[in-house]
Structure formats: C-alpha cells, structure tokens
C-alpha cells in the first residue's frame, strides 16, 4: 500500500499523505509526478522531497518527461541527481525513446516503472535487462478511465514476464487540481470510496500493489485495509442489527467453501437462537443478512449473506444489512473467506 505526493498538493494534504506513508506503509515509499503542467516550482518541490528522503527515509517514485529535466535545467546524462532526492523508480510515461530510457536507468540506478495502461510486447522486449515494473495510469477527466478487462490483459504482460505491477485507486477525501474530479484507474471507481476500491483491485488484480492516487481516505478505511493486510480478514461494516445477531460482531467468521451464486453462509451459525420477530423487505435483498428459522430444522440459526436479490422465504428472517455504502463488498468476501463484522459508523 503506497501514496502519492503532488507539488500541486496543499500543504496540509501533503502533511497527511507524508504522515500515512510513514506510518501505515511498509514500503515508505511514495509516488509523485514531476511533469504536471500546472506544477511551477518544481526545484523547491525536489527540496521537499530531499528533506523527507533525509528526514523520515521516504523513497519516491517520480513520473518524468523532457519536460521535467527542462524545468530542473537537467540533461539526460544528469538525471542521478534525481537519487539524491530519493526517488528511487522513475516511471516513463513518454517522450523517451528506448536508448533513453536504458541511458537514465543506468545514470541514476533507477528502477524503471513503464506506464503498464500503455505498454507492449515490443517494448518491453526491447527494454529487456533493465530492472522493470510496471505501473498504471491514473485518468484526471471523467470518462477516460479503464476497464478491468484491459487492465488484466495488459497486467499478464507483466505476469508472463515475472514483473511487478502497481495499480491506482482514486482519493475519497479531497482531490488532486486542477479538476478534482478523482484520479481513478478504473473509471467505474471514480466517486466510490476507497475501502470498496481497495478491495476491488485486491480482488480483480490479485498481486498488484495497490497506490492512492491522491490524499489520504477515510481513517476508518484505512484501518480497515491495514486489518486486511495484517490478517486476511475482511471487514464487513453491519446496519440495522437484530439483538438475535449480536454475537456476528464477536467474529471473525470463516465464509462456507461451496459456492451457490445465491448468498455465502457463515460456518458455524448453525443452531444460534433464532429472533422472536422481525421485519423483512420487498425481498431479500442483495446484502442483507438472513437467519434460518425453526422451520428450517437443524440449519435454524445459519446465517447468509445474500449476493443478490431473492424472493422472500417464510422459513427466513432478515437480521441486519450491510451499510449501503459498503453494499458491494459481498462481492469480495472469496478474497479470504475470512470475515469480521462490525457496527456500522
């Protein structure tokens, strides 16, 4: 889990990102972009990251073009300057042509993270012997983002070549000039907050180290995604709880192996007491939680999750919901089978 640190950022969502790259990855690594056209004093911003390189031992990952040696009044043969900052990867998005890119890569030592949206076979043939990754767009105007069809065709060139792939998710809690509009891979990300993009990517691109694009998200979403990593459990935010399923907040819970495209039901729940009463909607919905009844004989107390909509079932209760803004996450819960529940904010 990386972040990312623009010289457009304000200063107080620089301090944030600083503060969660130092705190909450274990990379101590973050991204930046050294060749945004709205970016004036990019020398002063490469003092920033000279002080935090020295100061807290942060690494970078700094996007570059003719451009940005142009404004930093650097040549080719020049660019290791750029080690003494920290930067660490330099990420070729264009303007570079193979000879180039070999050139910088052995100037500076530098890794050599490719724009993994738009690169071929051909070149990464080409580049071949140089220590690659590969490392996705970001798409600032709505509209312009990827499909997770393309992205997984474009990750296995990687895969076929034993390479490491960094994929984006946008921010949730501000966003980066000049649009603000979110910096999403996938443009069906954009607008969405970060704990169910986070799991998206995780679970659609699995071996992918996944970045922030801008900003911090939401402290709650962060020690949601730090629970994940730690301990494979996903978290599984809880509204409207019937006092019969209290005892899922007790968890964790391991998902049922088989799978019925129907709900996932959660081992050991069977034989729980069962609720006095209850109130069900139109159906049982897509995320609602639903018990077994006595009616159901030996299976009264299992509890579903339920992955989409179903008629209702007399000898079923619904006893809570997954918040609705974390609906989606009954999509995910196959990333571990392995669930904690909790109360939801």
Not at 89 to 108: L, P
Not at 134 to 152: I, K, Q, S
Not at 277 to 283: G, K, L, M, P
Not at 298 to 316: F, N
């Amino acid at each position: 889990m990386l972040f990312s640190l623009y010289p457009t950022d304000p200063v107080e969502v620089r301090d944030a990102v600083v503060a969660a790259a130092r705190d909450h990855s274990a990379e101590h690594a973050l991204f930046t972009s050294l060749h945004i056209p709205e970016a004036d004093d990019l020398a002063a911003f490469a003092d920033h990251l000279r002080t935090l390189h020295e100061r807290d031992g942060l690494t970078f990952c700094a996007d570059i073009s003719p451009v940005t040696l142009m404004k930093l009044g650097i040549g080719r043969d020049e660019v290791g300057v750029l080690r003494d900052w920290g930067v660490r990867w330099v990420r070729i998005d264009f303007g570079f042509d193979v000879a180039d890119i070999a050139r910088i890569a052995e100037v500076g030592d530098f890794k050599v993270a490719l724009n993994a949206s738009t690169v071929g076979d051909a070149e990464l043939d080409a580049l071949d012997g140089l220590t690659l990754v590969g490392w996705h767009n970001y798409y600032p105007r709505p509209e312009t983002g990827l499909t997770a069809d393309f992205v997984r065709r474009q990750n296995a060139l990687f895969a076929a070549r034993g390479l490491e792939v960094f994929t984006f998710i946008p921010g949730e809690l501000t966003f980066r000039a000049p649009l603000h509009l979110g910096l999403p891979m996938l443009e069906e990300q954009r607008h969405r907050n970060a704990y169910v993009n986070y799991l998206q990517v995780a679970q659609e691109f699995p071996g992918t180290t996944i970045v922030f694009a801008e900003g911090v998200p939401l402290p709650r979403h962060l020690e949601w995604i730090e629970h994940y990593e730690r301990t494979g459990e996903i978290t599984v935010p809880l509204a409207a709880i019937d006092a019969a399923a209290d005892f899922l907040l007790e968890g964790p819970w391991r998902i049922r192996i088989e799978e019925t495209g129907l709900s996932e039901r959660l081992e050991g729940t069977r034989g729980r007491p069962t609720p006095a009463s209850w109130v069900n909607a139109d159906v049982r919905e897509r995320g609602s939680v639903q018990m077994d009844l006595p009616n159901y004989g030996r299976y009264a107390g299992e509890t579903h999750l339920m992955l989409r909509d179903a008629p209702l079932d007399p000898r079923q209760a619904r006893v809570a919901d997954i918040a609705a803004p974390y609906r989606s996450v009954v999509d995910r819960l196959r990333l571990s089978r392995l669930v904690r529940f909790v109360a939801a904010p």
